[in-house]
T-cell receptor, first 113, second 114 residues
Framework: GENVEQHPSTLSVQEGDSAVIKCTYS??????FPWYKQELGKGPQLIIDIRSNVGEKKDQRIAVTLNKTAKHFSLHITETQPEDSAVYFC????????????FGSGTRLSIRP | NAGVTQTPKFRVLKTGQSMTLLCAQDMNHEYMYWYRQDPGMGLRLIHYSVGEGTTAKGEVPDGYNVSRLKKQNFLLGLESAAPSQTSVYFC?????????????FGDGTRLSIL
């Protein structure tokens, strides 16, 4: 079956520095790669997504890169701020298939003041 | 616009008791999902629905049942609760067009089985 690996599990960075989280997957049958942010006591919230016909997408301080050949996609957060502290999840989604939705195990990001 | 609303927010059950978790969305989404989240793990899909009157199994369906009698509501039932079902449960909804679409999540139901 599909396997999604997310690294690192925890990440601590100085405020203002950059953070990078990476996910690898084993099945190539996907064209949609979202990232979710989960704050304490809340449900996950989409922060950025990318489709397989592009290699990179940016939204202000957040970017996602996709390498379909190597089967990995990464979340980049620049100029980190205290409000970026949260748990981040990558998600593998099969082609138009609700049954094939697999969350990564999550990365707990802490921003040091 | 409330988005996705889950009730209750917290519940404690005894082993063997039954209960129903309710999810309601006001975005006219076709797809709805139930997940569970355990410590140190990502969310795992329990059941999902692609439209009113239809449901299907996800990754971890055993011990749960669901119903989608109305498009805006998706119910998750535990017929005989077990301690292994202690978890945080999340409901989500999405459009499903030709391509996959983002999911919108509720804030979860924290369930403890004693």
């Amino acid at each position: 079956g599909e396997n999604v690996e997310q690294h690192p599990s925890t990440l601590s960075v100085q405020e203002g520095d950059s953070a990078v989280i990476k996910c690898t997957y084993s099945d190539s049958a996907s064209n949609y790669f979202p990232w979710y942010k989960q704050e304490l006591g809340k449900g996950p919230q989409l922060i950025i997504d990318i489709r397989s016909n592009v290699g990179e997408k940016k939204d202000q301080r957040i970017a996602v890169t996709l390498n379909k050949t190597a089967k990995h996609f990464s979340l980049h957060i620049t100029e980190t701020q205290p409000e970026d502290s949260a748990v981040y999840f990558c998600v593998f989604t099969g082609y138009s298939s609700a049954s094939k939705i697999i969350f990564g195990s999550g990365t707990r990001l802490s921003i040091r003041p | 616009n409330a988005g996705v609303t889950q009730t209750p927010k917290f519940r404690v059950l005894k082993t063997g008791q039954s209960m129903t978790l309710l999810c309601a969305q006001d975005m006219n989404h076709e797809y709805m999902y139930w997940y569970r989240q355990d410590p140190g793990m990502g969310l795992r899909l329990i059941h999902y629905s692609v439209g009113e009157g239809t449901t299907a199994k996800g990754e971890v369906p055993d011990g749960y049942n669901v119903s989608r009698l109305k498009k805006q509501n998706f119910l998750l039932g535990l017929e005989s609760a077990a301690p292994s079902q202690t978890s945080v449960y999340f409901c989500a909804s999405s459009y499903m067009l030709r391509e996959n679409q983002p999911q919108h999540f509720g804030d979860g139901t924290r369930l403890s089985i004693l």
